[in-house]
């Protein structure tokens, strides 16, 4: 594996072991993100009207998907609390980088805001040579929202097995006949796959 920084990163690149273990610690949590703000003073100004016009909710991934369907169900909330609409706006692409990057080069002024997940914080960086923000330093976290662990599903009446011990000695009885899908590649669920990787197990993406 070759090791990767991003732009305006002084730190040095982390090999993708780390950046697995790191994912894996923190499932998939997915903050509310908001570009840096402005300098303090600004900010304390700012925070005693807000919201007083609608906020954009950034989700880095198509619809119909779990950020964006419990993103919606925040949006809902947001607005009955705060009196004002939160319009959730999807931009999917590059692994949620294109969303994301939105939310970077948005006017820091908390109106624009995004749905985040352990995939544009512990994982693009390490997938991508070069992303066009710094996962650590262009962005402020607000609330963690939710988590949502990775779970690995199979066919009842086609499968023997109840436990992965039982599904991993099932699959090794038929080598080359077991499949597994994920949303895609670099996905949590997919490195998850890649983690518990066997030979007799043959990986595909899904879209």
């Known amino acids: ?94 692994g949620g980088s294109i969303g994301i990057d939105a939310v970077a080069k948005a006017a820091p002024d908390g109106y624009t805001l995004g749905a985040a997940t352990v995939g544009n914080f512990s994982i693009n960086q390490y997938l991508y040579s070069r992303l066009p923000h710094d996962p650590e330093r262009d962005f402020l976290p607000v609330a963690l929202t939710w988590e949502m662990p990775n779970i690995a599903v199979v066919a009842k009446e086609k499968v023997p097995a109840r436990t992965l011990a039982e599904f991993i000695a099932w699959a090794k009885a038929k080598p080359g006949g077991i499949t597994f899908g994920s949303p895609g590649v670099g996905t949590s669920p997919h490195l998850s796959g890649a983690i518990k990787r066997h030979p007799e197990l043959d990986g595909f993406a899904t879209e």
């Open 1 to 94: 594996m070759t090791e990767s920084t991003h732009p305006g990163s002084t730190r040095p690149g982390t090999s993708l072991p780390r950046s697995v273990r790191v994912a894996r610690r923190a499932l998939l949590a997915a903050p509310l993100l908001a570009a840096l703000p402005p300098r303090r003073g600004a900010r304390a100004q700012a925070a005693a009207a807000y919201p007083d016009r609608p906020v954009r909710l950034i989700v880095p991934y198509p619809p119909g998907g779990s950020t964006d369907v419990l993103t919606r169900i925040m949006a809902e909330r947001l607005r009955d609390r705060l009196g004002q609409p939160f319009v959730v706006e999807n931009r999917p692409g590059a």
